[in-house]
T-cell receptor
Framework: KAGVTQTPRYLIKTRGQQVTLSCSPISGHRSVSWYQQTPGQGLQFLFEYFSETQRNKGNFPGRFSGRQFSNSRSEMNVSTLELGDSALYLC?????????????FGPGTRLTVL | AQTVTQSQPEMSVQEAETVTLSCTYDTSESNYYLFWYKQPPSRQMILVIRQEAYKQQNATENRFSVNFQKAAKSFSLKISDSQLGDTAMYFCAFMSRNYQLIWGAGTKLIIKP
């Protein structure tokens, strides 16, 4: 079974631009979560989607948004990019919601904002 | 608010030794999950071990085991017979009833040959 895939793997943008990152979960997985990983702030939860509905959102500004499609693929969008948005963005999928459902992570998208 | 603290930024041990990584957390909830994840250099994050708070028995997965002390809010990871492939960042994480993972800052573990 294919793992979680994220595209693109690397991205360079300039301040003020917007970006869309994509995540394809493991087949059959319905929950997708997004995390931001930076050297300064560590790993922070962005949001979680289940059955095309955002179930949970972390403490991030409204510039960060996302969605999930009927095939469980998910996208996240960051508008008006700031230098501080440079990070590794990780996506994780699981069968359902809950601690007993293992979250499987993708390789991440490395975003650099210049 | 829940928090997770890993007090050891970096550790190194010789191959075949046993190493223990520390993690403490803070929560007012009584039922939750705790995890240790491993992030090897330039590779994907993978789950090492999981502990359900209502289970008193410590979880084990082959060479990996935890010491879960619920009253002390402590959740340490023991790696026995360490191998070169264990070199990675190790993250302790807490999942509350809203299914959100809250992460520690990580411990960089280096296994020396």
């Amino acid at each position: 079974k294919a793992g979680v895939t994220q595209t693109p793997r690397y991205l360079i943008k300039t301040r003020g631009q917007q970006v869309t990152l994509s995540c394809s979960p493991i087949s059959g997985h319905r929950s997708v979560s997004w995390y931001q990983q930076t050297p300064g702030q560590g790993l922070q939860f962005l949001f979680e989607y289940f059955s095309e509905t955002q179930r949970n959102k972390g403490n991030f500004p409204g510039r960060f948004s996302g969605r999930q499609f009927s095939n469980s693929r998910s996208e996240m969008n960051v508008s008006t990019l700031e230098l501080g948005d440079s990070a590794l963005y990780l996506c994780a999928s699981s069968l359902a919601r809950g601690g007993e459902d293992t979250q499987y992570f993708g390789p991440g998208t490395r975003l650099t904002v210049l | 608010a829940q928090t997770v603290t890993q007090s050891q930024p970096e550790m190194s041990v010789q191959e075949a030794e046993t190493v223990t990584l520390s993690c403490t957390y803070d929560t007012s909830e009584s039922n939750y999950y705790l995890f240790w994840y491993k992030q090897p250099p330039s590779r994907q994050m993978i789950l090492v071990i999981r502990q359900e708070a209502y289970k008193q028995q410590n979880a084990t997965e082959n060479r990996f085991s935890v010491n879960f002390q619920k009253a002390a809010k402590s959740f340490s990871l023991k790696i026995s017979d360490s191998q070169l492939g264990d070199t990675a960042m190790y993250f302790c994480a807490f999942m509350s009833r809203n299914y959100q993972l809250i992460w520690g800052a990580g411990t960089k573990l280096i296994i020396k040959p």
